[in-house]
């Protein structure tokens, strides 16, 4: 299915500039989107990243550090959040548009598509949708559908915000989804975001983390023909291994799994190194 661009852009403006990469918005009457921007190579990695509370913007200094491995091997990095404007009840599936509306509009080609935990869940929705624009794609810490762990983990996230207790909800973070080592670069950068988190993103957080429930892709996953490559672990402690293998092979990926380490988007740095290989290969 190819999306048609039914909205004028209005306004594409850099918010601001620091280092090495561009922090950025996209707004047009569709929607807003925050995005980061580095490197400068002429394939498109696109990066949708898991649950956050805030806005990617605030931990962008880590982002671009941990995923810096592609911008020097020849691709422009671009980092999508989920757009700031959203109407309720918002779907994986709307996610998953509005990002390719986003794509479009910005005439990126040459796409290469990785997608961690509930981003991959959008990554797969944006595949299904316009899987001839994308060249390759990459399945990163996730499930086709939750199992009884990973609800019950959401279930304990969503009660943290409902209660307002946020220094819980980051520390559970750090506990379960962090390496150790990744959970030495952003602790505190973590505990300082926790300060400034508001009851209207607490609110949009569980929402999204809500949508996660009736996610179900399973059945979906043969109609994938874009080359993909699933990589987890099997000490995760959110998703569960054997459905994560599952996944790869329903969707005939190619995959790895580290046999120890916690899955997470920029650590251990062999992590990015498997995809990366991948992607050149």
Aim: with cysteine; hydrophobic share 40%; charged share 25%.
């Amino acid at each position: 299915m190819t999306l048609k661009m039914e909205f004028p852009l209005i306004l594409f403006k850099i918010k601001e500039k620091k280092k090495d990469y561009s922090a950025e918005k996209f707004v047009s009457d569709k929607c807003r989107m925050d995005f980061l921007k580095f490197g400068s190579g002429d394939r498109n990695l696109i990066i949708i990243p898991g649950l956050n509370v805030k806005s990617i913007l605030t931990m962008a200094d880590v982002i671009v550090q941990g995923n810096s491995i592609f911008s020097k091997n020849g691709f422009s990095v671009y980092v999508f959040d989920r757009r700031e404007d959203a109407s309720y009840p918002y779907s994986i599936e709307q996610m998953a548009s509005d990002t390719l509306y986003v794509l479009m509009e910005l005439a990126l080609e040459n796409l290469y598509l990785y997608g961690h935990s509930q981003g991959w869940m959008i990554a797969q929705s944006m595949v299904l949708q316009e899987q001839e624009r994308i060249n390759k794609v990459i399945f990163s810490s996730t499930l086709s559908h939750l199992n009884g762990n990973a609800k019950a983990v959401l279930t304990k996230w969503i009660d943290f915000a409902q209660h307002n207790d946020v220094h819980g909800l980051y520390d559970d973070f750090e506990k379960t989804i962090f390496s150790e080592g990744f959970a030495r670069i952003a602790h505190q950068a973590m505990m300082d975001e926790a300060k400034t988190v508001t009851g209207d993103e607490l609110r949009n957080f569980i929402l999204h983390t809500e949508n996660m429930f009736s996610f179900d892709v399973t059945d979906k996953l043969e109609k994938i023909k874009t080359e993909s490559f699933v990589i987890g672990s099997k000490a995760d402690k959110v998703f569960d291994y054997e459905q994560i293998k599952e996944l790869a092979e329903k969707s005939h990926s190619k995959s790895f799994f580290f046999e120890n380490a916690d899955t997470v988007l920029l650590l251990p740095p062999e992590y990015n190194q498997r995809i990366l290989d991948f992607l050149l290969s």
